[in-house]
């Protein structure tokens, strides 16, 4: 298996645009996680879902977040508008079951000017 | 409210210097402690998972113990392929899923 993959790997963009970040998990995982990383506040968890649907999204830290998984293969985070405090590394990572262990892809570097 | 607090912030040891990270934890009803290694430019990669005191793991040059109030994990004659962030989680009853993350240790062993 190809491992979680994050698409795209980096995304520069302008204040106020909308930003889409896409998340492919590893076949056959039912959890699929949204992840932030920042030098000041680590790893937060934004959202995850369990068989496509939301369990918890209390760490999607305004409304401008939102998230999708339309079907087992494939997730979106959108961002709209995008601010400048948005900037970060995004993770989408994926789970078998209550298994612990979390696959993470390699991440969105996302720069908002 | 969860609180994770990962020590040193950095380290820096010569190949072969053994020494250890330490994660100290505040929670409510502990169901797991998780480290991970984060090579720069990737995500975090699973390394082990510990659930009552007194346990230990052990992978290759890596060891992780757990008490009831903090967690180590000993690194046995490193090499610089050991360069890495490594990245302490916790998760508790009332948590669900959700893993609260440290900040972590970044490593940096040099030959």
């Known amino acids: 298996d190809a491992g979680v993959i994050q698409s795209p790997r980096h995304e520069v963009t302008e204040m106020g645009q909308e930003v889409t970040l896409r998340c492919k998990p590893i076949?056959?995982?039912?959890?699929l996680f949204w992840y932030r990383q920042t030098m000041m506040r680590g790893l937060e968890l934004l959202i995850y879902?369990?068989?496509?649907?939301?369990?918890?999204d209390s760490g999607m830290p305004e409304d401008r977040f939102s998230a999708k998984m339309p079907n087992a293969s494939f997730s979106t985070l959108k961002i709209q508008p995008s601010e400048p405090r948005d900037s970060a590394v995004y993770f989408c990572?994926?789970?078998?079951?209550?298994?612990?262990?979390?696959?993470f892809g390699s991440g969105t570097q996302l720069s908002v000017l | 409210e969860d609180q994770v607090t990962q020590s040193p912030e950095a380290l820096r040891l010569q190949e072969g210097e053994s020494s250890s990270l330490n994660c100290s934890y505040t929670?409510?009803?502990?169901?797991?402690l998780f480290w991970y290694r984060q090579d720069p430019g990737k995500g975090p990669e699973f390394l082990f998972t510990?659930?009552?005191a007194g346990e230990e793991k052990e992978k290759e040059r890596l060891k992780a113990t757990l008490t009831k109030k903090e967690s180590f994990l000993h690194i046995t004659a490193p090499k610089p392929e050991d360069s890495a962030t490594y990245l302490c989680?916790?998760?508790?009853?009332?948590?669900?899923?959700?893993?609260?993350f440290g900040k972590g240790t970044s490593l940096l062993v040099t030959p």
């Open positions: 990572a994926s789970s078998w079951g209550l298994n612990e262990k979390l696959f």
């Open positions: 076949s056959g995982h039912d959890y």
């Open positions: 879902f369990n068989n496509n649907v939301p369990i918890d």
């Open positions: 929670v409510s009803g502990l169901r797991g």
């Open positions: 510990l659930y009552s």
């Open positions: 989680a916790v998760k508790n009853s009332n948590s669900g899923y959700a893993l609260n």
